[in-house]
């Protein structure tokens, strides 16, 4: 599952985000466990993966002065490539595994 979710990361184009609601319905998963799995990400997969293309399902962030350090990096990240107006830039998952039933993964 954490595999396909870097390759489903790892595919969205640059000046392009997903909606975390949107890639929960893609992967077969309830969006908490998408978000959970980004935030557990290591250092090494943040650099290797942009994960920050991945947003808040409705393009919202927290005000500024209540996002976390992450938040702030990820807006950053995503100013950095010119990603200004979020929901003109949202995108499907590039893949579709909502037939995907994960208890079977490695059977």
Sequence with gaps: MKR?????????P???VVALDQMAIAMNI???????MVSQLGEAEREMVPWHR???SGCKFPA????S?????QVRLLDLEGVGDLPARVIL???DYSSVFWADEGL
Aim: no cysteine; charged share 25%; net charge positive.
């Design 4 to 12: 396909a979710l870097l390759e489903q990361l790892s595919a969205i």
């Design 14 to 16: 640059s000046g392009k």
């Design 30 to 36: 309830p969006p908490r466990h998408v978000a959970f």
């Design 54 to 56: 991945l947003v808040p």
């Design 64 to 67: 500024e002065a209540k996002r």
């Design 69 to 73: 350090p992450r938040q702030i990096e």
């Design 93 to 95: 998952p590039p893949f």
